[in-house]
């Protein structure tokens, strides 16, 4: 039945290409700097919970309880008490240390110095002592985080080099590279495409569409016609896909045109994104397609076109 159905059906039906070894390595550090991202946030929730029950004081500095220098300042002053006695000059070098800047020393002291809570005998000890332990393993997954990172750009860079010396002497630019210049595009954002989506990005964009959620299923029966969110798609593309919109409204004056005018016609906040991040996609394998860098000046040159109607 296989053997007749190639026969028949050619169409339907495509030759895989081996992956490169770089791409393999790259998803597997994709997906690791997004499971240390799931178990910072789950540490950084617990440290949250915990300040609550304690030493609510320090919540009010910083929504990123898990950053490296929130943890240093809990170390320097771990209870309410220590924050009368420690001087403003060795907040403030810490703070120089860490390259905060939109907080005084003077300013976390006296968010520091006000009147604690009373609690029963044994809970402040206990509390530091959980602390303690929290606090060792954030500091091993901000250094896997940062070492991640670093692994990331590596293989990216790697990656944009094989692409340019298998182009040869042509002055074409490299999909990496392709992909970099567009707005909403980071380091997760271009791993993810390049490592979960590279033979969609080879073919045309709507496979990608289609694995990134964003093309809608649409349902007709007689005179009804439902258009509804496509719920089979790629998790990790997803979300990648959706933070590629969300930062390209904030920076592509194109994309905050099309989302604001989605909002303004009644469309929920997911789904203006889903058609900013549907556009998005078919620039990429545009671009991919003719070899060329994304250029703002030339988008804006052109009518948008606001009424495309993705969910």
Not at 128 to 143: G, P, Y
Request: with cysteine; charged share 30%; glycine share 6%.
């Amino acid at each position: 039945m296989l053997g007749d159905a190639l026969r028949t059906d050619p169409r339907c039906f495509r030759a895989l290409q081996p992956l490169d070894p770089v791409v393999v390595e790259l998803r597997e550090a994709s997906r690791m700097a997004e499971d240390l991202k799931q178990e910072r946030n789950r540490l950084g929730n617990r440290v949250r919970e915990l300040l609550w029950r304690f030493y609510p004081q320090m919540l009010g500095l910083t929504d990123d309880v898990a950053a490296p220098w929130f943890l240093d300042l809990w170390r320097l002053i771990p209870i309410p008490e220590k924050a009368t006695r420690v001087r403003e000059v060795t907040v403030d070098r810490l703070l120089k240390r860490h390259r905060i800047r939109r907080l005084s020393a003077a300013d976390v002291l006296e968010a520091l110095r006000r009147p604690a809570i009373l609690l029963a005998p044994g809970t402040v000890s206990a509390a530091v002592s959980h602390r303690e332990a929290i606090a060792k393993r954030l500091d091993l997954v901000n250094r896997q985080m940062l070492a991640v990172d670093e692994r990331l750009d590596r293989l990216t860079q790697s990656l944009a080099g094989a692409q340019e010396r298998a182009g040869g002497q042509r002055p074409e630019p490299c999909d990496v590279t392709i992909l970099r210049s567009l707005p909403g595009v980071g380091r997760i954002v271009l791993a993810t495409l390049l490592a979960e989506a590279v033979e969609a990005l080879r073919r045309d964009d709507r496979a990608l569409r289609c694995l990134a959620g964003v093309a809608p299923v649409t349902k007709r029966s007689g005179k009804s016609r439902i258009v509804l969110m496509r719920q089979a798609a790629h998790v990790r593309l997803r979300n990648a896909v959706y933070h590629w919109a969300r930062v390209a409204v904030q920076h592509d004056p194109r994309s905050q045109a099309k989302y604001a005018a989605l909002r303004a016609r009644g469309h929920g906040h997911g789904r203006a994104l889903r058609s900013v991040a549907d556009r998005l996609i078919g620039v990429a394998c545009a671009m991919l397609k003719a070899k060329t860098i994304f250029d703002p000046n030339l988008a804006s040159q052109r009518a948008p076109n606001l009424g495309k109607p993705t969910c």
